[in-house]
């Protein structure tokens, strides 16, 4: 008869084969090209491959880290003078736009450059930044503008050259964006009153057929030869959000509404290099490809440095996870993703006790 010794290295053993062979699934939206910068140059020389560089690593840090202070950092002001050591391809597509080039306007050429995810994090670890994930909320935007005295609602099959900047500033901030399509259902449940008006409730019901993780809801005056005044809200922390501004065009103020939004999901979801543990029980799970599932699922989260199983049972399995920043983080990113659902949250003696159990 085989005994304890051998059958535990057996367990372990099918545990690790299964990890190798099941992937987990994440309900949570991934940014795509978060590692990707685009910069318009006027020409394809070096000196312009050197310049482009430097501003498309300054793109990505500044979306991969949630702040736009990055280059108040010596480590990244050291790293932007070495911009070319950090992108592995790079390559140019035409372009519509014209930038000035030696007192001229110039067609632009786009430059794409491309980032190691790791290197880009390496560097924003060396620089005691945090690091933001791809795993990012969807933001269901409810806009409400006035031109030419008129009230309407941004949807996505808008013309306006308002819907094209607040997609552009969003990507460059790493944030997707939901528009509503303005159908005979949302046109049901929300009119532009209510939306100028930023009514909360009437909000919150007409996104639920979208599902998104995140509302952002404001209204922007905008009339030739006058300020743009805009008031906004958003409940990315569990309750709404106000902010206000005016501006001497509408891009500046649409800037400030997307980089105030980023900044306040980076402080909620980007995680500090500081470092702890987490004791974390999952109930539900009832065979081993579940164990093998759920403790690739934690090790593929971006706070998560390591995830260790420390026990098994026939319904449920206890992992010790060793995390970069604070435990709040990963419990939201968690939550994000929908995979896993808390039960109950408590302290030990060496760090935080959570347990979830799997979502069916």
Do not use: C
Not at 161 to 176: D, T, V
Not at 239 to 256: H, I, K, M, P, Y
Not at 330 to 339: A, P, Q
Request: charged share 25%; no cysteine.
């Amino acid at each position: 008869m085989e005994n304890v010794t051998e059958i535990k290295t057996k367990i372990y053993l099918i545990f690790t084969l299964l990890l190798i062979l099941f992937p987990f699934g994440s309900l949570a939206k991934t940014f795509e090209d978060l590692y990707v910068a685009e910069v318009l140059v006027p020409n394809e020389t070096s000196r312009e491959l050197l310049a482009g560089s430097r501003a498309g690593l300054a793109q990505v840090l500044v979306r991969v880290s949630g702040s736009r202070a990055i280059q108040e950092n010596n480590v990244i002001v050291e790293a932007l003078s070495k911009s070319d050591s950090y992108y592995y391809q790079y390559g140019y597509e035409s372009s519509d736009d014209l930038i000035f080039f030696e007192g001229d306007l110039t067609r632009a050429l786009k430059l794409r450059l491309s980032y190691e995810p790791s290197v880009i994090a390496e560097l924003l670890r060396r620089a005691d930044l945090p690091v933001w994930g791809s795993n990012r909320p969807e933001v269901m935007v409810w806009l409400a503008y006035m031109e030419n005295r008129e009230r309407h609602i941004l949807d996505e099959a808008s013309g306006s050259e308002l819907l094209s900047f607040l997609k552009e500033r969003a990507s460059e901030r790493g944030i997707s964006l939901l528009f509503p399509i303005l159908d005979l259902t949302d046109t049901s449940r929300i009119s532009v009153p209510e939306v100028w008006g930023q009514f909360h409730e009437k909000v919150e019901t007409a996104s639920r057929r979208y599902a998104p993780e995140i509302i952002l809801t404001g209204r922007l005056y905008n009339e030739p030869n006058q300020p743009a005044e805009g008031r906004w809200s958003h409940n990315g922390f569990g309750e709404w959000q106000s902010g206000e501004g005016v501006t001497s065009v509408a891009e500046d103020l649409l800037r400030e509404i997307i980089d105030r939004l980023a900044d306040d999901l980076a402080s909620l979801y980007a995680t500090d290099s500081a470092q702890g543990k987490v004791e974390v029980t999952v109930a539900g799970v009832k065979d081993f490809r579940k164990y093998a599932e759920i403790n690739k699922y934690f090790k593929n989260l971006s706070p998560v440095v390591s995830s260790t199983l420390k026990y098994m049972e026939p319904n449920f399995s206890r992992f010790e996870l060793r995390i970069e920043g604070q435990p709040e983080q990963l419990i939201e990113i968690v939550r994000l993703d929908g995979v896993l659902s808390i039960v109950k949250r408590s302290s030990g003696e060496d760090g935080a006790l959570l347990i979830y159990k799997l979502e069916d």
